[in-house]
């Protein structure tokens, strides 16, 4: 009997289906995450593929309904190098973040656009620090500590937000926010009658 040298395994990721306002799931507060092992490495490779596809330039996990701490974000650059030959992004380089916990947060408020993909279509300004420490363990498991600004800054709190149950309509006045979760609301009612 020949053995093969080798066995290559691989996995296809999938695109998994995101949660919208008014699901309630989206106010859950997430659980710590107890280890980094191969099923939760497979796990952030289809956020990742989830994220990418949507598109946006972040997923906490609780928007595909499962309620752990985990993260992933990619803010780099999606333009193409060259739009002509379509060359691939300058860089991509997503960042896993399991069990973040902001360590510190500036003094300096910067107000940013947001949108969030479990409210699509929806677009307000939302002041928060401008930059902030976040401490998490990697794809590997192995501890993180990060220094953010910019758009990453803005994109981890929105993200670690996520984790604790908060969506950034919570930071915009009650009338605005009604406004959107009655829109939802309908949508997500008609939606029912549709389908019966
Ligand atoms: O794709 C996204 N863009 C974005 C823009 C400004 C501030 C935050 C974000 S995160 C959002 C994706 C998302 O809903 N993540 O939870
Ligand atoms: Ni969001």
Redo the contacts with the bound molecule.
């Keep these: 009997m020949t053995r093969p040298a080798a066995v290559i395994y691989f996995r296809l990721m999938t695109i998994r289906p995101i949660i919208c306002i008014p699901d309630p799931r989206l106010r859950q507060v997430s659980k710590p995450v107890e280890k980094v092992d191969d099923e939760l490495r497979a796990l952030m490779d289809d956020m990742l593929e989830t994220?990418i596809d949507?598109?946006?330039?972040?997923?906490?996990a609780i928007?595909i309904a499962l309620p752990i701490r985990v993260v992933v974000i990619d803010c780099s650059e999606r333009e193409y190098e060259n739009e002509e030959t379509k060359s691939p992004p300058r860089q991509s380089k997503p960042i896993y973040f399991v069990n973040p916990e902001i360590a510190w947060v500036s003094e300096e408020i910067k107000s940013?656009?947001?949108?969030?993909?479990?409210?699509p279509d929806y677009f307000e300004m939302?002041e928060r620090p401008s930059a902030c420490r976040v401490r998490y363990d990697d794809y590997e498991g192995k501890p993180q500590d990060l220094l953010c600004e910019g758009?990453l800054a803005?994109?981890i709190q929105?993200?670690v937000d996520?984790l604790n149950g908060i969506l950034?309509i919570d930071y915009l006045s009650r009338l605005k926010r009604d406004r959107v979760m009655r829109k939802f609301q309908k949508a997500a009612k008609e939606r029912i009658r549709g389908d019966a």
């Design positions: 994220m949507a598109p946006g330039i972040g997923l906490a928007q940013h656009e947001e949108g969030c993909l479990s409210i939302v758009i803005t994109c929105h993200e996520h950034f």
